[in-house]
C-alpha cells in the first residue's frame, strides 16, 4: 500500500482538499492518521466493522483493547450511546477536549470497535482537522493513537510516518500535538466517575463537577491480569516501550546522579539542567514540577532513545498530582512497573557461575556486615511451588511432564531441559525473570521500611535477566571451572557429563568478569573473608 503524506498549510483551498479526501476514505473504509490536540490518531469509521478490524491490524493491536469513538459535538453521543446527566455536565465543561467517558453503548456501535464490551468509549476532539473531518465525512471515527501497538505514541506526523508508512491509506501532519499524552479516560457511576486513565483532564478538575471521583487501581499498579477484559486502552498491556528498558528512579537528583554514574550503555531522562551535571547520555523532559512540559515532552523523548541505540534508560521520577498521575502513568507503563528508589536501601548485586560458592559469600557478607539478603533463588521456588500459575507457562514451554500428579514441579526435569542449552535457558528466563525481580524489588522496599541501608539481592543469572541493572554495583564470585565442576558433582550428586552441560549453558567467566564492578575469587589460596572486603569498599565509595 502506498500511503499519501499530506500537510495542513493553512491555505483554505488545499486544506480543503486535503480534509474532502481524507473524508471519503473513511466513509470507503479505509484508515487516515491525523493530529489530535493529545496525541495522533489512527483514524477509521466507527460504524463500519471492518475499519476497525483495519485499525487492529496496522497497529498489531491486541484485538480486546476497545477503540476510542470521537465525534464532532457531544450530543451526537446519543446516536452511539446511553447518556445521563452527569455526562452532559462534563461535556459542557469539557468538550470538545482531551476527556474521553465510557458509556452503555448502543447497537449502533459494532462489537469490533469496543471489542465485544457492552460500552462504549466518547470523546470530542477540540483539534480542528480532526473535528472538521468527522463533520466532513458524516462519521464517527475510531481513532487510537497512530502507532505500533506497544511504543510510545507519535505526537508528530514523522512518528506516524516512522511507524505507519506502507500499513495506512494516508498520514495528515497538522504540526506538532498540544498536549503530548492520550486524553483522560472516566466511567460514569451514580455520583460521580473512575479514572481509568489519567491525561490533561486532572483529578482535581474533575472534582469540580463530580462530587465522587476515584482512581482506578490500574492507574499506578498492576492490576490487571492477562486474560481480564478491559474498558479502556491503556490498562492492560505494556505500553509507551521504547527498545530500550526504561527503569524509573525515586529519589533526590543527588542520590541519581550517584546510581547512575559509571552505568555502561544507558541514557539519563531527566529534568532540565540535570543533564550536564551526570556523566552519560542524557534527555531532558522539561523542569522537575512543571507536569504539563513533562507530559508534552515525554514520548518523543522515549521514541530519541531509540535513536541513541542505549540498552536502559532510567527515568527520574515525577510528581504524581494534577497531569504529573498522567506522566507516571505512562512510565510505569514504559518500565513494565519497574521501580527503584535510590534514597532506600542501596541495592547490591552478586552472581556467579554455578558451583563458585556464590552462596557461601553471600552468607558470609550478609552475617558479617548485617545486611539484608535477597535470594533470587528462593524467589524462584516460591513462585514454582504446587499449582502456582507459573507452572503452566513451563509445561507450555518444557512439556506437561514436568508436572507431577499432585500438582508440583519436577524440578530436576525441568533443570534437565532448560539448562541443556543457551536458548532452552533463554526461554526459562523469559518466564521467570519478570516475576522475581517484581517480587525482589517489592523485598527491598520492605527492608527499606525496616531502615536497612543495604540489600544484598542474589541471583544466578543477574545480568542475563538483567538484575543488575537495578542494583548499585554488581560483584561476581569466581572460581575456576575444575573447582566448580568439582563442587557441583558433589552439591548435587550428577554425573561429570550433567555437570559440564549445566556450566555451558551460562556465561563464560570471560563475560561475568566483563559485566562485573568487582570480582572476587573463592578458592585457594584467596581468603574469602579478605575478598568480600571489596564488596565494602564499593559500598562506601558508592555512599560517598
Known amino acids: 500500500m502506498i500511503t499519501e503524506f499530506l500537510k495542513i498549510t493553512g491555505e483554505h483551498y488545499n486544506d480543503a482538499e486535503v480534509i474532502d479526501r481524507a473524508a471519503r476514505i473513511i466513509q470507503n473504509g479505509g484508515l487516515v492518521a491525523i493530529p489530535t490536540e493529545t496525541v495522533y490518531g489512527l483514524a477509521g469509521s466507527a460504524l463500519i466493522p471492518s475499519s476497525a478490524e483495519k485499525i487492529y491490524s496496522a497497529k498489531g493491536r491486541p484485538a480486546d483493547n476497545p477503540l476510542i469513538v470521537h465525534i464532532a459535538k457531544p450530543e451526537e453521543a446519543e446516536t452511539l450511546a446511553y447518556t445521563n446527566e452527569t455526562y452532559y455536565k462534563l461535556a459542557k465543561r469539557f468538550m470538545p477536549g482531551p476527556l474521553t467517558m465510557i458509556l452503555p453503548k448502543k447497537g449502533i456501535v459494532p462489537d469490533e470497535v469496543t471489542a465485544g464490551l457492552d460500552s462504549v468509549a466518547i470523546r470530542c476532539p477540540s483539534n480542528e482537522i480532526a473535528h472538521r473531518l468527522i463533520e466532513v465525512s458524516g462519521h464517527p471515527i475510531a481513532a487510537p493513537s497512530a502507532n505500533r501497538s506497544g511504543i510510545p505514541s507519535p505526537t508528530k506526523a514523522e512518528h506516524v510516518r516512522d511507524d505507519m508508512d506502507g500499513r495506512i491509506d494516508m498520514i495528515i501532519d497538522g504540526g506538532e500535538c498540544d498536549i503530548g499524552l492520550e486524553s483522560t479516560v472516566i466511567k460514569l457511576t451514580d455520583n460521580g466517575c473512575i479514572i481509568l486513565r489519567p491525561g490533561a483532564i486532572t483529578e482535581e478538575m474533575l472534582r469540580e463537577i463530580c462530587p465522587d471521583v476515584s482512581i482506578a487501581k490500574a492507574v499506578i499498579e498492576p492490576a490487571v491480569a492477562a486474560e481480564q477484559k478491559v474498558e479502556s486502552p491503556g490498562m492492560k498491556y505494556k505500553h509507551y516501550s521504547p527498545k530500550a528498558r526504561v527503569i524509573i528512579v525515586k529519589g533526590s537528583f543527588e542520590n541519581y546522579r550517584r546510581f547512575v554514574s559509571g552505568k555502561k550503555n544507558c541514557a539519563a531522562l531527566c529534568f532540565d539542567g540535570e543533564g550536564a551535571m551526570l556523566n552519560i547520555p542524557f534527555i531532558e523532559i522539561g523542569r522537575e514540577h512543571d507536569s504539563s512540559a513533562q507530559a508534552h515532552l515525554l514520548f518523543e523523548a522515549l521514541r530519541s532513545l531509540d535513536d541513541m541505540g542505549v540498552e536502559t534508560a532510567y527515568a527520574r521520577c515525577p510528581d504524581t498530582d494534577g497531569v504529573g498521575l498522567a506522566v507516571i502513568n505512562r512510565l510505569l507503563r514504559a518500565a513494565a512497573f519497574t521501580v527503584i528508589d535510590v534514597d532506600g536501601a542501596m541495592i547490591i548485586g552478586l552472581t556467579g557461575a554455578t558451583g563458585s560458592g556464590k552462596s557461601t559469600v553471600a552468607k558470609r557478607l550478609c552475617e558479617k556486615y548485617g545486611i539484608a539478603h535477597i535470594d533470587c533463588d528462593a524467589i524462584a521456588r516460591e513462585i514454582t511451588s504446587a499449582n502456582s500459575p507459573v507452572l503452566a507457562q513451563l509445561a507450555a514451554v518444557f512439556g506437561e511432564d514436568i508436572i507431577l500428579d499432585d500438582g508440583s514441579l519436577d524440578r530436576a526435569a525441568l533443570a534437565a531441559r532448560a539448562f541443556s542449552s543457551k536458548e532452552a535457558t533463554k526461554r526459562l528466563n523469559g518466564i521467570m525473570h519478570p516475576i522475581i525481580i517484581s517480587k525482589a524489588l517489592a523485598k527491598v522496599n520492605a527492608f527499606t521500611q525496616e531502615g536497612k541501608t543495604a540489600v544484598l539481592l542474589d541471583a544466578a543469572a543477574i545480568f542475563e535477566s ?53 570480582v572476587l575469587f573463592n578458592y585457594a589460596p584467596y581468603d574469602t573473608d579478605a575478598e568480600i572486603e571489596k564488596i565494602i569498599r564499593k559500598y562506601k565509595e558508592k555512599k560517598l
Open 466 to 518: 538483567k538484575i543488575d541493572k537495578l542494583c548499585a554495583f554488581t560483584a561476581v564470585v569466581s572460581a575456576p571451572a575444575e573447582t566448580r565442576l568439582d563442587r557441583i558433582m558433589y552439591r548435587d550428586s550428577i554425573t561429570r557429563e550433567k555437570a559440564l552441560s549445566r556450566m555451558g549453558a551460562q556465561l563464560s567467566d570471560e563475560e561475568y568478569a566483563k559485566n562485573a564492578d568487582v
